[in-house]
């Protein structure tokens, strides 16, 4: 079953702006992380951020994370052509070896 | 970084056969690997849990005798779809933990296996 739940769906930017996704999931987590898949092909993770943390960055990302309204938050700053694919947020419930829960995923257009 | 690969990359089978995919980590040993499946512009979902030298686990709802998991190795898992049917049409991905990098808790995706079914 699905765990997370992202919105919105769809989002479509210019290229510059930023972008802003949002993901709600609904067990306790141990870790939660946000990986991207360009059209037909695998996922590359981008960035995990664990329960005991509330925000990250990594280069253009920045990563939030409210483990009381069970939610996190993907920043994409300054956003690119490129950066048009979909984007999903996966919930670990142990860490230890265990299996993934995928969310819906944001379908990002950056136009340029 | 860790690399998983995945053979064929696209397969079209006739209703009724059997079609073999094959995920490979190649850098690194996976004691566990992960099968998902994808529907168009739908989530991952998954499908079983690959163990190296052991039974796979399933995924509640998924049948273990038409998708069969075979991790003989610490480098491959096979996922065999038998007796493929049209609705067996999907995007198929594994994925693998590295062992030497478990406190990352990142898993690494095979660029997937598009199945068509006709």
């Known amino acids: 079953s699905q765990q997370g739940e992202e919105d919105p769906q769809a989002l479509s930017i210019q290229e510059g702006e930023n972008a802003t996704m949002n993901c709600s999931y609904k067990?306790?987590?141990?870790?939660l992380q946000w990986y991207r898949q360009n059209s037909g092909r695998g996922l590359v993770h981008l960035i995990l951020?664990?329960?005991?943390?509330r925000e990250k960055h990594s280069g253009r990302l920045r990563v939030t994370l409210d483990t009381s309204k069970k939610s996190s938050s993907l920043l994409i700053t300054a956003s690119r052509a490129a950066d048009t694919a979909s984007y999903f947020c996966?919930?670990?419930?142990?860490?230890?070896?265990?299996?993934?829960?995928f969310g819906k995923g944001i379908t990002l257009s950056v136009r340029p | 970084g860790a690399v998983v690969s995945q053979h064929p990359s696209w397969v079209i089978c006739k209703s009724g056969t059997s079609v073999k995919i094959e995920c490979r980590s190649l850098?690194?040993?996976?004691?566990?690997m992960f099968w998902y499946r994808q529907f168009p512009k739908q989530s991952l979902m998954l499908m079983a849990t690959?163990?190296?030298?052991?039974?796979?686990?399933?995924e509640q709802g998924v049948e273990k005798d038409k998708f069969l998991i075979n991790h003989a190795s610490l480098t491959l898992s096979t996922l065999t779809v038998t007796s493929a049917h049209p609705e067996d049409s999907s995007f198929y991905i594994c994925?693998?933990?590295?062992?030497?990098?478990?406190?990352?808790?990142?898993?690494?995706f095979g660029p997937g296996t598009r199945l068509t079914v006709t």
């Open positions: 994925s693998a933990r590295d062992p030497r990098r478990l406190a990352t808790y990142e898993q690494y």
């Open positions: 067990t306790s987590i141990n870790n």
């Open positions: 951020i664990r329960s005991n943390e």
């Open positions: 996966a919930t670990d419930a142990t860490g230890a070896n265990s299996k993934l829960t």
């Open positions: 850098d690194f040993q996976a004691t566990t």
């Open positions: 690959s163990n190296e030298g052991s039974k796979a686990t399933y």
